[in-house]
């Protein structure tokens, strides 16, 4: 059993920058795929980011370019480095482990709040 504790979540004016950490309680090397997804009120749940054991990562068309995932595997912990941010950034922030599609996913955080002033 695994469990994720996301941190580093805040509130931030547009522009500026936070980097969200997701601590597993248990080896993250076997999870293949990891990554953060995010919630905003009255939106769906969509992935921002995600990588694999290997590296490999994808990105949200919306955050590209701004966002930036990492895993320290030695750590057990998935980093979400995010700049520039905008207001419509502002969501609920989820740390995943063990995805297998967009929607089927083994180990959820219980999600740390990112709110962007304009």
């Known amino acids: 059993q695994v469990q994720l504790v996301e941190s580093g979540g805040g509130l931030v004016q547009a522009g500026g920058s936070l980097r969200l950490s997701c601590a597993a309680s248990?080896?993250?090397?076997?999870?293949?795929?990891m990554g953060w997804y995010r919630q905003a009120p009255g939106k769906e749940r969509e992935l921002v980011a995600a990588?694999?054991?290997?590296?490999?990562?994808y990105y949200a068309e919306s955050v590209k370019g701004r966002f930036t995932i990492s895993r320290d595997n030695a750590k057990n912990t998935l980093y979400l480095q995010m700049n520039s941010l905008k207001p419509e950034d502002t969501a609920m922030y989820y740390c995943?482990?063990?995805?297998?599609?967009?929607?089927?996913?083994?180990?959820w955080g219980q999600g740390t709040q990112v709110t962007v002033s304009s």
């Open positions: 248990g080896s993250i090397f076997s999870m293949n795929v």
């Open positions: 995943a482990a063990g995805i297998a599609t967009i929607t089927d996913v083994e180990y």
């Open positions: 990588i694999s054991s290997g590296g490999t990562t």
